[in-house]
Each structure stands twice: as C-alpha cells, then as structure tokens.
C-alpha cells in the first residue's frame, strides 16, 4: 500500500471510531436514548430544528448533564494522553516512553491529591490543575535528567527510572491519603484508579482548552521532533535549538498529563498504544502522527469509557483498570520485539 | 552549481579560521594551541593515531564544543555567535554515529538535510539538492526502505546524502569511509573532491593516509592534541613524520601521474 492510500484508510478508520463511539456512547447507559434522538438533540443545540428532537426533558437532561460532558471530557483526555506520549517517545527518542510507564501521571496524580487535601474547594478546580501540572512537570524533570545519556534513553534505564518515580509517587499518595479527612481520601482513591463518570462543563472546558494549546504547540514542532529522531548532535547540525526545544516539550507533557490526570485520574498506556499504531500504519513522521495520535486517543478513550459502563451489567470499571489491562499486555509485546531486535535490552 | 550554494568565498579564501585552539577534559589536554584556516574549495584532510584529538578539533571548528582557549572564526565572525540556524545554513557535519529513533524512511531521511532552508528556498531547488546528493551517494534503490533495516555502510551513506542536501559552504565528514567498501570508500573521497571543485570547502576525518594523500588538497597530521605539520600530502607524509608520530616504521611509495604518496608499514 501507498502512503496516501494509508493515511486515506487510517482517515476513514479514525472517522468511523469517532463518530461510533460518541454515538454509542450518547446512547447507551441505564437510560437509553435512540439515536436519531442523539442526533436530534445535538443539532436543536445549534439551532436546527428537526423532529428527531427528544420531546422528553429527562432524555436532554441526561445527555447535555451527564453523557455529554463525559464524552467530551473523554476526547480531550484521550487526545491529552496520546499527543504527550508521542511527544515524550520524540523526546526521548524511545517509542517506550509513556507518561503512565514512567511515572509523570502519578507525579500529576499526588499534585491534584494534594490539591484536595489542601483544600479543593479554596482553590477551586483550576487550583487542582495547577497542581496536578506541577507534580507532572517535576516527574517529567526527573525521568529525563536520570534516565538520558548522550541524547538517547535506554530502555532498561527509562523503566527503572520509572519504577524509582512510581515508587515515590505512591509513597507521597499513601502519606496525603494518611493525613487526609475521609471525604478526601475517597475523592483520592477515585483518582488512582481514573474515571469520567462524573464529569462537570466547567472541568471539560479547562481540559479542552489546555488540550488543545498543547496539541497545537506539539503540531507547530512536529518538523523538529522528526530531525531530533537523528539523535541530539544531529539535529542540532540541522539547525535545532535542541535545548529550548526540550524545555518546551517537557512543560507540553507535563501540561497534557497533568490536565488529564486531574479531572479524570491515572489512566496508563493511551500515550503508549495510540502514538505506536499510528506510526505502524503511516509512519513515524510526527505532523501525522501527532494529529492522529490527538484524534486517535480521544476515539479509543470513549470507546473504553463505554466499555467500563457496558461490560458489567448495573456496575461501572474503573477506565484506568480496562486501559491497563489491554495497554500492559501491549507493552510486554513491544518490549519482547524490541528486545529481540536489539538483542538486548539497550 | 546549485542555486542554493552560491559562492559566499572565491576559491581558496578563507572560510574558517581557528587561533590557538585549546581543550582540556578530565586533567587532560586533548588540543593544545592549535592554529588552522580551511579555504573555499579544497580538502583538507585531519588526521593523526587513535586519540591525538581529530574528532574534538573537528567539533571545535564544527561549533558543536567550545573550546576553552583560542577563537573559531567562520566567515569572518566568531562561531559562538551563530544561532543554530544560521550555522546550519553555513557548516553540515557527518557525525560517526547516524542511528535513527524511529523507522523513517530512507527517502524522509535525505529530505530532513534541507530543513535548514525551510520557508527560504524554493521546492525546485529542495528538488535538486535532494536528487543530486541522492545520486552522488548511490543510494536510488534504497529510498523506500526503513533506514532502521540497512546495513551499516548504507546506513552511512544515506546519511552522507543529508549532509550532502544541506548544501552549505562547508561540510565536515567525521571518518566517512569507515564502514564503506572499497569502492564506495573510492566514491566518497571522489565526491569529496567534486564538492571542493564546486568552491566549497570539505574537512574530513580519514584514517587510512593513502587514501587522505589520493585525494586532499592538504593534510593536518595531529599528535597527541597538536597540529604536528599541515600542508600538501608530499610535505606532510615523510617516512620520518609518519614513522615517528604513529609509532611504527613506515616506507613511502608515490604512484600515479601526480605521484600521489603512498603510506605502508615496514613488514618482515
């Protein structure tokens, strides 16, 4: 096959995972609507009339509060979590790095945890953002001033720098679990194992927005992204500020995860799956790649919240937990070629 | 000659002019007070044994190290003032190691020369930069491929053609025969010269001097971080010279019309 008929087939692909999953998920629940319904609502929003539209005020209100904001919020987050982690594997020129995999979004999840504990409610949901971004940009830091060497992470040092993060996230989680209220720590457990159910407008709206900055900045460097995949020197032969370049794509992962994680908790190994199927299909070329990987991941985390409603009758998974475990195996598989390759585990 | 390399130097004018060029690492003195001009359109071959500081001079006068003591001037200013943009408008270098994150392929690899000259030059002349450096490197049955899925001396020599698409002034080749065949090696040198011919100035790090001797205009012998001698390959390979800073008996043999000298070890 051709690159164009590629990126045609992947552009169908990610149409038809979109548009399904956001209808399906408008639809189905403990309240199901039909679809023309669905469609009804959505276009009397823009000011067209039709009769599709839902005549019952509960079919509404169940779709512009609770599945609507869900949805979003799940395509903002998906799309978060899929552009960092291709801007993460381009800067560390590791297709291994995820921001799950090596602790950013636990550094973002004990930043919010502490948010609550502190006080949520002074600081209000932009305070918890704050917060969950700054865990994240200290994680990030961290991960990227130990586990780099001459430009290149191996990836055995990436994951053990990994381990080492995790481990202090979580220590740093337990001990504001510890000293937090009850109403707190169950608000902090929700985090740990991520969900969308709950979703409010005004959380969606400081998601979409941060969301969107960052995957445009990430656009706007994709060009040097691809030039920093000939190693460090190289790039910088070719014109590349590669320090400020790694400057800013740490504050966009931080950013991304943070404002992810925040509102929705740790939710692993999008930033992993989405960016590596992209590239399996088009390439490693980052403008697509990060455009995809944006639409990709907004699709696949939809479709995964459906699933957590669907997949037990009358109870809800945590999406965190389904992610995991179809991310973890995933992960195993590519560690298992890349190791084959290489002959080791540089 | 293309569009994009218009002469910014008449031929043999200086285009890099290093002074007293001196770097320390770790108690050590890889380069000592070391003075060397590279002139529009010539060769100008480093070499030296394993150490002697061929690849740090070659980082000093690239802009990628700066050196503790001593001035590095490209065309008339001093290197450390160029932002990372205008330099690669000015200099391309081939580093040693030319591994690849992620699997481009061969074809993205070569077009990545020309981002220097992003949004300033025209498509056409991308083109032809890109086609040129293709075919002056071999590598047409190549552009398909994944560069992750070739063998080493390919792999070199379609990272040569980048260094070759940035079409710049200067370009520095940090021992680019190392993993190539006889005749590629032949090749690279060959091209070498016709980059010189066109009024650009190449700097070349080589390790077999017969070869260095075939084909530079001059030659820097550098021993243990000091420029030993410059000049044409007849005054600087000397039995003598030869013998005494690589530590070994050599025979000098001149071959060919222009009795090009030809270095080999005194064998039993």
Do not use: C
């Amino acid at each position: 096959m051709t690159l164009r008929s590629r990126t045609v087939a992947l552009v169908l692909l990610l149409a038809g995972l979109l548009v399904g999953g956001v209808l399906l998920s408008a639809m189905i629940g403990q309240f199901p609507i039909t679809p023309t319904e669905v469609v009804g609502s959505l276009l009397r929003a823009i000011g067209i009339d039709t009769e599709w539209a839902p005549d019952d005020p509960l079919v509404e209100s169940t779709l512009w509060v609770i599945r609507f904001p869900r949805i979003v919020i799940g395509l903002a987050v998906g799309a978060a979590l899929a552009v960092a982690g291709a801007v993460m594997q381009a800067i560390f020129g590791n297709p291994l790095a995820e921001p799950g995999v090596v602790g950013v979004s636990s550094g973002a999840a004990l930043g919010a945890a502490t948010a609550i504990v502190l006080g949520a409610s002074a600081i209000g949901l932009g305070g918890i953002a704050l917060f969950a971004f700054l865990g994240g940009l200290l994680a990030t830091l961290l991960v990227y001033v130990v586990s780099r060497a001459g430009g290149r992470t191996e990836v055995v040092t990436l994951l053990l720098t990994g381990i080492a993060v995790n481990a202090i996230a979580s220590a740093g989680i337990a001990f504001v679990l510890f000293i937090a209220d009850s109403a707190s720590r169950e608000q902090i457990v929700f985090w740990q194992l991520g969900s969308l159910a709950g979703t409010l407008w005004d959380q969606v709206a400081i998601v979409f927005v941060v969301g969107t900055i960052g995957v445009a900045i990430s656009l706007m460097l994709a060009k040097r992204y691809d030039l920093l995949a000939l190693g460090e020197r190289n790039a910088r032969h070719l014109g590349v500020n590669v320090e400020r370049l790694r400057l800013f794509s740490i504050v966009i992962v931080a950013l991304l995860t943070g404002v992810a994680v925040a509102f929705t908790g740790i939710i692993s190994f999008v930033g992993l799956v989405v960016p590596h199927l992209v590239r399996m299909i088009i390439g490693p070329a980052h403008r697509g790649l990060i455009l995809a990987s944006a639409v990709g991941g907004g699709a696949l985390l939809v479709i995964a919240d459906l699933l957590t409603r669907v997949l037990v009758p009358g109870a809800e998974l945590p999406i965190g937990m389904l992610t995991s475990l179809v991310g973890g195996p995933f992960f195993f598989w590519l560690l298992y070629r890349q190791r084959r390759r290489s002959g080791g585990w540089a | 000659m293309m569009p994009t390399t218009k002469p910014i130097a008449l031929p043999g004018e200086s285009l890099l002019r290093a002074r007293g060029i001196g770097v320390r690492r770790d108690d050590r003195q890889i380069l000592a007070s070391v003075d060397i001009e590279v002139h529009a359109g010539e060769v100008l071959a480093l070499v030296g044994p394993n150490g002697a500081g061929k690849s740090t001079l070659l980082s000093v006068l690239a802009g990628d190290l700066h050196a503790e003591h001593g001035t590095v001037e490209l065309l008339g200013r001093g290197i450390q003032t160029y932002r990372p943009l205008e330099l690669a408008r000015r200099r391309a270098v081939l580093t040693q190691s030319n591994a690849v994150s992620f699997p481009f392929r061969v074809i993205e690899i070569v077009s990545m020369g020309r981002s220097p000259w992003l949004r300033v030059s025209d498509l056409a002349d991308d083109q032809k930069a890109i086609v040129q450096a293709i075919e002056a490197t071999d590598i047409e049955h190549l552009l398909h491929r994944r560069f992750t899925s070739l063998s080493g001396g390919e792999q070199a020599r379609v990272s040569l053609a980048r260094v070759l698409a940035q079409t710049t002034p200067i370009v520095f080749l940090d021992e680019p025969t190392a993993a190539l065949d006889l005749r590629h090696q032949e090749d690279v040198m060959r091209l070498s010269r016709t980059l010189a011919s066109e009024g650009r100035a190449v700097v070349v790090v080589v390790h077999d001097l017969s070869l260095a001797a075939a084909y530079a205009n001059r030659i820097a012998l550098l021993h243990d971080g000091r420029l030993d001698a410059v000049g044409t390959p007849h005054d600087v390979m000397t039995a003598e010279r030869v013998g005494r800073v690589y530590g070994l008996d050599v025979q000098i043999h001149h071959l060919g019309p222009d009795a090009r000298p030809i270095v080999l070890p005194v064998r039993d």
